[in-house]
């Protein structure tokens, strides 16, 4: 079997399992239902309350773990490969951070924002703290440990200048807390729709330029022996890297290590070329969320969990297992 026949296959396998991670969080939760409930609800106009559970409450909560994941592990995988360090990340760079320090005092101290205008807010922040970050750390030059180093500063500070809004902002601070949890409790087809435009971009963005990612995947010098116009490449990938925080960190928050761990997964199932690498993040990141999704409200049921304990559960041990790989290799 060659290369892209088997990363086709497993692509498809991936896709198969996320789906059915999907069906099982739409048949469960804090009322059952059975196949044929799901169908009736499904398919007819008039299904009572098991159609609002399903179409009001279940499917778009599904749709934005999905998206939500796959957007974080292409994000991940694109920072990885601009900065040229598997230990990038959308936390690790400070973009999470970032886009969440600029819709904190939005929400709490500017009501009158719609709420609209927060993937875009969002977006600045995320991208002020990701150049930041590559600032302090030589463009991203520099070792893996000095931008992982660089990173957090820049994230502790906004997380530090966030907690001091929050403790100032009076009564809406609660429920911006419940936000920055992390989680996809309540998430409605609004929300779904905010978030959506900006992880499409990102993702097709990373697709229509997969082509530069293997060649900047290659090294700085063979890219440029090349043509490439390296400095422009690499702007638009952190862009597009970037893109999909600023639309997810305002509907869910800060769900971690699914943008650090996923792609390191994906190197493990050794896919075809950068194209079957982004769409392989696209799989894994998705079927990651929407396991620790159904995982977070069926744990506790009634109560849910925050979903970003799970993805650090799944996700921890995957890069325990690459810091000791890297160390028993040197």
Known sequence: MDDNRRSFLIFVITL?????????????????????????????????VDGIILWSVRMPRSLVAFFAGAGLAVSGYLMQVVTRNPLAS???????????????????????????????LGAVGALAASGLTLVLSQGGRASPWHLALAGFSVALFLSALTTYLLLRGGPPSPSVLFWLSGGFQGRSWTHLLHMLPCVLIGVLGALAASRMIGLIALGDAAAMSMGARLGLWKFALLICAILPIAGIAPVAGAVTFIGLATPHLVRMLRPAGPRWSILFNVACGGLIACLADAIARSAAAPREIPVGVFTAALGGPVIVWYLRRRVADT
Request: charged share 10%; proline share 6%; aromatic share 10%.
């Open 16 to 48: 198969s399992a996320t789906l059915a991670v999907m069906l099982g969080s739409l048949l469960f939760g804090a009322k059952a239902m059975s196949l044929a409930e799901f169908m009736t609800a499904l398919t007819s106009e008039d299904a009572g």
């Open 90 to 120: 959308p936390e690790l760079t400070g973009a999470t951070a970032g886009a969440i320090a600029v819709i904190v005092p939005a929400y709490i101290y500017f009501p009158a924002i719609s709420s609209m205008s927060y993937p875009l």
